[in-house]
């Protein structure tokens, strides 16, 4: 009989006698939401999770090589415990990718900062937006970033010839019940940088918002060709759309090498390719330069608009691939 959850062949790889998938108890129906695969994990009282855990646990020192200073690994590991029982179905090795690569990126996966989501048996990260402005943070140049969704009632203007602060306002309309606020009509961001100036206010319609997704996200059309609507545009359009508004920011703040790996790596996981486990590779040094060219626009974008250079296109490169025996041999 096939071996058809995470946890039948975590344990067949680890066991010392081979384990029979009837023998294993089923964590999780296809199907099933995340209350009911919480329930499944409390039915089982745990060994599931645990058995993952302790096969997670062989791969300590990976995971602490890859997790930044400042997170705690005692953290990162409860969060991921958290986690697990809506992974069940993922296979092993796209489980530890997923996971080695949110560490890289010292986000918890928690579903505020990163969401590692089971797309078939393959376990995919996803950065969300709060995910990206604690990088945006960690590049020193940016003092505080803004995002938000205005409500059709909210008090709000704009008027992009102003100077800044003049040029954007939204009051949001707390008094009112949520109902009262009306749907949501724009998202925007924006980012005051640690020298004392701020950026361009990024203004996202939802028809642009559903625009970046069907043209983009293969993770959403995957999702209507199979009838399941399970994709994050599905679940929460809200949170993407004001991820969408943050990418365009992008454009008008300064950017570290690790910020640009971010946005790389979450396009290959949107598009189904395989995500790089610790990018940026080698010594980053084509992710520095385009940081420091991202730099040198958002610096640019602040100017008056007649002294402005005309924007360069240009053909983003992927870095190289490591292979195997180079990975093994770095993490000697």
Known sequence: MAL?????????????????????PAV?????????????????????????????????????????A????????????????ALSRCTPASLLQALLTCARFGLLPDGKHAVVKAEGATAVFIPMYQGYVELM??????????????????????????????????????????????????????AWMTSGARSAVVMLSREDAEAIRDEYSQAYRR???????DSFWHRDFNAMWSKSALRRLHKLVPMSAELVALARVDDAGDAGQVQVIHAP???????????????????????????????????????KRQSRAERRGARR
Do not use: C
Not at 76 to 85: D, G, I, S, Y
């Open 4 to 24: 058809n959850t995470l946890k039948d062949r975590v344990r067949m790889a680890t066991a010392e006698k081979p384990v029979k998938a009837a023998a294993v």
């Open 28 to 68: 999780v129906v296809e199907g099933a939401t995340g209350e009911e695969l919480r329930a499944a994990e409390q039915a089982e009282g745990g060994k599931a999770t645990d058995t993952v855990m302790a096969w997670l646990e062989r791969y300590g020192d990976d995971f602490t090589a890859a997790l930044p």
């Open 70 to 85: 400042h997170v705690d690994t005692g953290s990162f590991m409860a969060a991921v415990r958290a986690a697990l029982p």
């Open 137 to 190: 943070y960690r590049s020193g140049r940016v003092g505080s970033v803004h995002v938000g969704l205005i409500h059709e009632h909210d008090e709000w203007s704009f008027e992009p010839t102003a100077p800044a602060p003049l040029d954007f306002t939204h009051k949001p309309r707390v008094d009112l019940p949520k109902a009262e606020r009306g749907p949501v009509i724009l998202a925007y961001a924006f």
């Open 223 to 229: 999702a209507e060709d199979s009838g399941r609507a």
């Open 281 to 319: 590779t080698g010594d980053g040094a084509e992710l520095l330069a385009e940081a420091d060219e991202a730099h040198e626009r958002a610096e640019d974008s602040q100017a008056p608009e007649d002294a402005r250079e005309r924007p360069v296109s240009r053909t983003r490169r992927q870095p």
